[in-house]
Every structure is written in structure tokens, then in C-alpha cells.
T-cell receptor
Framework: ETGVTQTPRHLVMGMTNKKSLKCEQH?????MYWYKQSAKKPLELMFV???????ENNSVPSRFSPECPNSSHLFLHLHTLQPEDSALYLC??????????????FGPGTRLTVL | AQKVTQAQTEISVVEKEDVTLDCVYE???????LFWYKQPPSGELVFLIR??????QNEISGRYSWNFQKSTSSFNFTITASQVVDSAVYFC??????????FGAGTRLFVKA
């Protein structure tokens, strides 16, 4: 595997389900990100991890819970989601310990539909 | 506050036409970085270019060129002789040493054969 991978690519879940999104980067980067992309909305930064520590949480509802067990893996745990949470969830990584000075490399995203 | 504006929501061109995607940014920082990303229908954003605020030299890469002008706070992207494969959403982004990358709303480009 190369670059940034995400699984699953598509996910349909009910509002009472619990599921997890997985991201893995094979680039040796030290920062990882979760973004939400909704129709006709800019990319919304959700969480940032640098050296496995969460450095940013952009007022994301608690029904989204990130986990970064090591610098190569990032998870987004989902529970009791709402239909408005349906979106494309993108993971990215960069060689970046602070700020936004370096380019990010993105995975293909998980298309989430909440029924 | 930092902001990125891509005023063009959608652009439609015919193959082989040249097209310019506009990007205007706002920041009070003296050190910052500008990026362009391409998002094809597959969904994955692809990094195209990074420029820092101290380097206003324009850049050309094949059919792609970028015009960075600090005087107008713009970082425009031109595709020469567009091709159908250029159809995608293009995002301009602004990053800094002390703030995370901020993305514009994106410009959807349709290139018709």
C-alpha cells in the first residue's frame, strides 16, 4: 500500500449504530487529520493529531470520537449520528508538527450515509 | 483572521481552451503558504503546488501555471489547452506557521469534449 488509505470506502448506518472509520498513512508523516466534506460546503477540519497527540478539535460533536494509536493510524469512531452527518470523510497526513506550512496528502475518503 | 475566497463556483469550457481559476486570500501573517489541490470525481484530493509568501515567482508545470501576486493577495491557477481529464473540483488553500490550513470553497471545472 502507498499513500493514504481509508476503509471502508462507503458506509451506511442507522442513527443508533456504532461504527469506525480507519485511516492509514504509509508516508512516514507525523501529523494526521480528519475532514468532513458536505455537499456545497467547504472542507471542514474536524481533528488534528501531531505526534499522536490531539492538537486541534474544531468544536466537533461528541458523537465523533477520534483515536490515534500511532503515527500511521487514525480512527474516527461514530455513534448515534444524525442524518446531517452524512458526508464524505477525508483523512489526510502531512510532515507537520504545527501550523499549516506543509502540503497534505489525502485518502480517497469514506462516503457516509446516515439513515 | 484568515480567509480564502474562490469566487467561481463552476466553470465550463470546451477542450483545448485555456482556463484560469481565481483565488484570493486574506491573512495578516507575513509568513504563510498557499496551495492548490485537485479533487477528481474519485474523491481524493491531490496536491498540486505549494508556494511560500516570500517567493512570488510564477511557476509552470506542463499545462499548469500559477500566478502569485501579493499586491492583490491572489494566487491564480491557469490550465492551458484544457483536457477532459482536467474536470474536477479545484481547491485553493492557505496555511501558516501558527494556523492550520484553510481551504476555499472550491471551483468545479467541467471540460467538455
Amino acid at each position: 500500500e502507498t499513500g493514504v488509505t481509508q476503509t471502508p470506502r462507503h458506509l451506511v448506518m442507522g442513527m443508533t449504530n456504532k461504527k469506525s472509520l480507519k485511516c492509514e498513512q504509509h508516508l512516514g508523516h507525523n501529523a494526521m487529520y480528519w475532514y468532513k466534506q458536505s455537499a456545497k460546503k467547504p472542507l471542514e477540519l474536524m481533528f488534528v493529531y501531531s505526534l499522536e497527540e490531539r492538537v486541534e478539535n474544531n468544536s466537533v460533536p461528541s458523537r465523533f470520537s477520534p483515536e490515534c494509536p500511532n503515527s500511521s493510524h487514525l480512527f474516527l469512531h461514530l455513534h448515534t449520528l444524525q442524518p446531517e452527518d452524512s458526508a464524505l470523510y477525508l483523512c489526510a497526513s502531512s510532515q507537520d508538527q504545527r501550523g499549516g506550512s506543509n502540503e497534505q496528502f489525502f485518502g480517497p475518503g469514506t462516503r457516509l450515509t446516515v439513515l | 483572521a484568515q480567509k480564502v475566497t474562490q469566487a467561481q463556483t463552476e466553470i465550463s469550457v470546451v477542450e483545448k481552451e485555456d482556463v484560469t481559476l481565481d483565488c484570493v486570500y486574506e491573512t495578516r501573517d507575513t509568513t504563510y503558504y498557499l496551495f492548490w489541490y485537485k479533487q477528481p470525481p474519485s474523491g481524493e484530493l491531490v496536491f498540486l503546488i505549494r508556494r511560500n509568501s516570500f517567493d512570488e515567482q510564477n511557476e509552470i508545470s506542463g499545462r499548469y501555471s500559477w500566478n502569485f501576486q501579493k499586491s492583490t493577495s491572489s494566487f491564480n491557477f491557469t490550465i492551458t489547452a484544457s483536457q477532459v481529464v482536467d474536470s474536477a473540483v479545484y481547491f485553493c488553500a492557505l496555511g501558516g506557521v501558527l494556523f492550520k490550513t484553510i481551504f476555499g470553497a472550491g471551483t468545479r471545472l467541467f471540460v467538455k469534449a
